[in-house]
């Protein structure tokens, strides 16, 4: 009796109003409902610097002009940035980072690769900094994402970016360990014939000389002698034997001396040039080290990402909003075409 008296069975107006009142909040409820059983996501946000683009040089210039390619086709290093960071090598060493097969619980890296292309972006925003948006249920797991892509980039940056300067530095470390060797070796033959000879060697060898004049000083003394022993002394004599062995001794130790003193001086002079080429290619690898560190792009961080604690996804605000505007748009138009009746029935 109360429902036939009461307010469904006043005007279609009124029941109209109540209906879309009682259906906005049933609408509300059931979106906030929604919102807590759904899983939700989290977004975190690093940033890095846009690059400064190095100019094209001149040999550039002339290997793609002998080439026929355009100088616009040269990559850029903010394309290099990029082509590094949706590159396979940085998934795959985010994976084994982070261990994504497992906590994603798929079979191969393919299916984590499909699932980090939808969850990672990477753009240049309008004040010229590359943004990295990580998405995913774990904010800590998003955050880390996010740092690892800035801290890998840099890494890979500089171990597959190959310059000239970068070359050359290559050249001359190669060139100054060889050399180094070879001085080694030069010094250790030295040290050798140093203690063969009993000798101290100076760059001059004058104490070999000093050494070469005392020997021949005692030759043509123990000649002289046994010249005049054999005026009186048969050759058959203990001490023109003896004479003779003494003489025989130092021609030895002489004649070794000369072909000490000849290595020596091998040595020392090729020493003394090892030692310049040293001296040069170190000054070089300082010049080649500094060259490479201005052609190499270098990841500046702006901002790191940190642990975000608001949800991302789903948005309770904007699933509000299209509710309530779904919801309130139908009501209007039922209210409306009640009003135009009720105008017509007038």
């Not at 996010?146 to 840099?154: G, K, S, T, V």
């Amino acid at each position: 009796e109360k429902i036939k008296n009461g307010i469904l069975k006043g005007s279609p107006l009124k029941r109209h109003i109540i209906l879309w009142i009682l259906s906005l909040i049933a609408g509300i409820n059931l979106t906030v409902l929604f919102y807590l059983v759904s899983p939700k996501y989290y977004k975190a946000t690093a940033t890095i610097l846009q690059p400064p683009e190095t100019e094209v040089s001149t040999a550039s210039f002339q290997s793609s002009k002998f080439s026929k390619e355009p100088i616009s086709l040269i990559r850029t290093n903010t394309e290099l940035f990029f082509s590094i960071l949706n590159s396979r090598r940085m998934k795959d060493d985010l994976i084994n980072k982070f261990d994504l097969k497992k906590y994603y619980n798929v079979s191969n890296d393919d299916e984590v690769i499909e699932i980090l292309n939808k969850r990672v972006h990477f753009f240049l925003t309008k004040d010229k900094v590359i943004q990295i948006d990580v998405i995913d249920r774990d904010p800590k797991i998003a955050a880390g994402i996010a740092n690892f892509y800035i801290e890998n980039l840099d890494f890979l940056i500089k171990e597959l970016t190959i310059t000239t300067a970068k070359q050359n530095r290559k050249f001359l470390e190669k060139r100054i360990k060889e050399t180094t060797e070879l001085i080694e070796n030069l010094e250790k033959r030295l040290t050798e014939l140093q203690n063969t000879n009993k000798l101290v060697v100076d760059s001059n060898l004058s104490q070999i000389s000093q050494t070469g004049g005392k020997l021949m000083e005692q030759l043509i003394n123990k000649q002289l002698e046994l010249e005049k022993e054999k005026q009186i002394l048969d050759e058959k004599d203990p001490k023109i034997i003896m004479l003779k062995n003494e003489i025989k001794e130092i021609e030895i130790s002489l004649s070794k001396l000369l072909s000490s003193q000849d290595e020596l001086t091998r040595i020392l002079r090729e020493l003394k040039v090892q030692e310049s080429l040293y001296s040069f290619l170190t000054s070089k690898m300082e010049e080649a080290k500094i060259e490479e560190t201005r052609d190499t792009p270098v990841v500046q961080i702006l901002d790191r990402a940190k642990v975000p604690y608001k949800v991302y996804k789903p948005d309770l605000k904007f699933l509000l909003i299209f509710v309530s505007s779904f919801i309130g748009g139908i009501g209007f138009l039922v209210i409306f075409f009640d009003i135009l009746k009720f105008l017509g029935s007038i």
